[in-house]
């Protein structure tokens, strides 16, 4: 599947599953932000600054902010972040590219540590790249795409593909991060490792 067409699938998954959320949760979600995500997604959404600091009438705004920019993608992916860094982590290895197997071992903690709604958005992000996440979202019907997602609200084709030409490149640079920081870590463990056992006359 080519870049542009992978796109305007996450597209419109996203905008199907997005509308099954409800305004309640959409909130929550976007309240528990960690700090550095909070202003980048009010401007996806198209809330002003400092907007996150209520939970009054936040999900509505953040519905009404999504269908007029048409920006389901990138409020899909941001508030489902913490929920994706939470399970690269714990897949480590074989975060690159997970089977079903992996996915049952390392979703229910994701689940009970941030939601359904937040994994089935996560989820999304990979469900046409990844065979793992193909096979889950066929096979479980918590992950499945609601039947509307080839409905009107949807961004057209065109729209969606230019975004496409934004937007995946920086997935892939932020992937490349996300394994070199997680070299790092797994490589400062080895040394401080084996630096503890140099200690302990172990080597």
Do not use: W
């Not at 089977?99 to 958005?121: C, M, Q, W, Y």
Request: proline fraction near 4%; aromatic fraction near 4%.
């Amino acid at each position: 599947m080519s870049t542009s067409k992978e796109q305007i699938l996450i597209d419109r998954r996203y905008a199907a599953v997005l509308a099954t959320i409800s305004d309640d949760s959409l909130a929550e979600l976007a309240i528990s932000l960690p700090e550095k995500l909070r202003d980048p997604f009010a401007k996806v959404a198209g809330l002003p600054a400092g907007a996150l600091s209520t939970k009054d009438g936040l999900g509505a705004k953040i519905r009404a902010g999504f269908t007029s920019r048409k920006s389901f993608i990138n409020v899909g992916v941001l508030l489902s972040e913490p929920c994706t860094e939470h399970c690269i982590e714990e897949l480590g290895t074989a975060a690159d590219d997970p089977n079903v197997e992996h996915l049952k071992s390392t979703l229910p903690g994701a689940i009970e540590k941030f939601g359904l709604d937040a994994t089935r958005l996560m989820a999304i992000q990979y469900s046409a790249s990844l065979n793992g996440f193909k096979q889950l979202v066929a096979t479980d019907e918590r992950f499945m795409i609601p039947k509307s997602e080839n409905s009107s609200n949807s961004a057209s084709a065109s729209a969606v593909a230019a975004q496409a030409r934004k937007v995946a490149p920086a997935d892939a640079e932020k992937r490349r991060l996300r394994r070199e920081r997680q070299e790092k870590e797994r490589e400062e463990k080895r040394q401080a490792e084996l630096q503890r056992r140099i200690a302990r006359n172990r080597v």
